[in-house]
């Protein structure tokens, strides 16, 4: 039944600490306030029904509800049930729908656990939470950020999203496992209050991803607790699970800190840019017609991700080197003011050219015919704010390549030196059997004191014995 309000700010100041509202303008916020119908629920009593028609979006003000999904399989009697609070919402034709002439169906039963409140946005009004089906407002006049259009999501039902890979970020012939990161953490950003922070997520590339596909990401609430949260997202292509991330949250607090320093890297200003760098490869004569062609359309393809290299390789005649890379990077556009999409941003390009380190001993590059690589997992630590669309200095090294495996990790630093990623993966790379009976891969590879010094200078490493670890109470 409805209820009134009696102070009709309180609701406004509500939908301004979510996340589904959090990027937008007070102004639109108090638009969306406007036209809230408020309802209330008796534990037991239902408040939708699978297979119903939805009247919009259902925000939950007080109150806990139990979402009842049907068996997975057919004869199966195990329901899934999924426990919802204050804060989280269902139902509606997702707060990013474009078509909103199609009636959207409820996908699962809703039942109060204890009494309830809810606000319920109606279906005509859900057009207030979505500009040019984005949740990142853009400051007048600019236009949206690449890789915004990029991570986005439509939220299907409850803690559903669906993702897919749009014209300009399609890379390659696979679904580029940056993207998975980036939209697994972008779905699990939105199942939490916006008071929480993720620290850590990590992730199994279980299956190919085909970018021709949309890929629908399920978020479980694993735990919620006073200070972390924790969520498991899995994303589906064709019924099958692909791609699986765990990531934890934390309510901020100080406490002791210390890091490693900032290695020296050259200015940002002196670095090529990448498409100084494919200029440069598409003009070398050594590149085949083959190539030069398959370069031709590529570089046409607009950029996400500015990536300024600060080593220079040869990349129509790699030679071996040592397994490290010194990268600059930031997203193209203004990313606004919501850290969870900086955060995915950074977990979107801490992919870029991550493996290829692994490679650079052996003088083989990305891509190379004679390579079949893929990531396996990869791992990231957020200890700090920052934003995604300023510089970045990654920091990229490979340890250890065996049995088939190249383990890499990685270090994120902002201009001013702080140390705000840690990234770590590791992945397959198998080497084609003629290759590897030529014998292109010797273990004296490892033996070689140019590629791997048996004492390697500490500062190449960003610490000096003599220097301190910065350090703060």
Same mark, same amino acid.
């Given at each position: 039944m409805a209820i009134c309000i009696g102070?009709?700010?309180?609701?406004?100041? $509500?939908?301004?600490?979510?996340? &589904?509202?959090?990027?937008?303008?007070?102004? !639109?916020?108090?638009?969306?306030?406007?036209?809230?119908?408020? #309802?209330?629920?008796?534990? @037991?009593?239902?408040?939708?029904?699978?297979?119903?028609?939805?009247?919009?979006?259902?925000?939950?003000? +007080?109150?806990?509800?139990?979402?009842?999904?049907?068996p997975n399989h057919v004869g199966s009697?195990?329901?899934?049930?999924?426990?919802?609070?204050?804060?989280?919402?269902?139902?509606? @034709?997702?707060? !990013?729908?474009?078509?909103?002439?199609?009636?959207?169906?409820?996908?699962?039963?809703?039942?109060?656990?204890?009494?309830?409140?809810?606000?319920?946005?109606?279906? /005509? %009004? !859900? %057009?207030? #939470?979505? /500009?040019?089906?984005? %949740?990142?407002?853009?400051?007048?006049?600019?236009?949206q950020a690449l890789i915004a259009r990029i991570l986005h999501l439509d939220r299907l039902e409850a803690d559903f999203f669906q993702g897919v890979t749009i014209p300009e970020g399609n890379l390659y012939p696979r679904l580029f496992g940056g993207q998975l990161l980036g939209q697994g953490l972008w779905a699990a950003c939105q199942s939490v209050d916006a008071s929480l922070g993720v620290h850590s997520l990590h992730s199994y590339f279980l299956l190919p991803g085909d970018p021709n596909v949309p890929i629908i990401y399920r978020v479980d609430h694993i735990r919620d607790g006073k200070s972390f949260a924790t969520r498991h997202v899995v994303a589906i292509q064709k019924g099958r699970n692909i791609f699986s991330l765990h990531a934890s949250f934390?309510?901020?607090? /100080?406490?002791l800190e210390h890091q490693y320093p900032m290695p020296a890297a050259p200015s940002i200003e002196t670095v090529p840019t990448w498409e100084e760098l494919q200029e440069e490869y598409y003009n070398d004569p050594r590149v085949s017609k083959e190539a030069r062609e398959r370069f031709k359309r590529r570089r046409k393809r607009p950029i996400a991700i500015d990536m300024k290299f600060c080593?220079?390789?040869?990349?129509?005649?790699? @030679?071996?080197?040592?397994?490290? @890379? &010194?990268?600059?990077?930031?997203?193209r556009g203004n990313l606004g003011s919501d850290p969870a999409l900086h955060q995915a941003t950074a977990?979107?390009?801490?992919?870029?050219?991550? &493996? /290829?380190?692994?490679?650079?001993?052996?003088?083989?590059?990305?891509?190379?015919?004679?390579?079949?690589?893929?990531?396996?997992? %990869?791992?990231?630590?957020?200890?700090?704010? $920052?934003?995604?669309?300023?510089?970045?200095?990654?920091?990229?090294?490979?340890?250890?390549?065996?049995?088939?495996?190249? $383990? !890499? #990790?990685?270090?994120?630093?902002?201009?001013?030196?702080?140390?705000?990623? +840690?990234?770590?993966?590791?992945?397959?790379?198998?080497?084609?059997?003629?290759?590897?009976v030529k014998g292109a891969l010797s273990s004296d590879v490892e033996k070689d004191p140019a590629l791997f010094p048996s004492k390697v200078k500490e500062k190449d490493d960003g610490v000096e014995p003599s220097k301190p670890l910065r350090s703060r109470l």
């Open positions: 102070d009709e700010g309180v609701i406004a100041k $509500f939908l301004a600490s979510l996340r &589904l509202l959090q990027a937008l303008p007070p102004a !639109c916020v108090q638009k969306v306030a406007d036209r809230i119908e408020v #309802l209330t629920f008796r534990p @037991q009593e239902v408040l939708a029904k699978e297979g119903t028609p939805s009247r919009g979006l259902y925000i939950l003000h +007080s109150g806990q509800v139990r979402v009842v999904q049907a009697t195990d329901h899934t049930a999924l426990v919802l609070s204050v804060g989280d919402h269902f139902g509606g @034709q997702g707060s !990013c729908a474009t078509d909103f002439s199609k009636q959207h169906l409820h996908s699962a039963d809703v039942v109060a656990v204890t009494e309830v409140t809810v606000l319920l946005l109606p279906n /005509e %009004h !859900c %057009h207030l #939470l979505s /500009e040019d089906s984005s %949740h990142v407002v853009q400051p007048e006049g600019e236009k934390q309510r901020a607090e /100080e406490g080593e220079a390789i040869d990349r129509v005649e790699p @030679q071996a080197r040592p397994p490290r @890379q &010194l990268i600059w990077w930031r997203a977990a979107y390009a801490s992919d870029f050219s991550f &493996l /290829e380190t692994a490679l650079l001993p052996h003088g083989f590059l990305i891509p190379d015919r004679r390579l079949v690589v893929a990531s396996l997992d %990869h791992s990231m630590w957020f200890h700090r704010p $920052f934003r995604a669309d300023d510089w970045l200095l990654y920091q990229v090294e490979s340890p250890r390549s065996s049995g088939s495996r190249g $383990f !890499c #990790l990685g270090r994120m630093y902002t201009r001013s030196g702080e140390l705000v990623v +840690s990234t770590a993966q590791e992945g397959l790379i198998r080497l084609d059997p003629s290759v590897r």
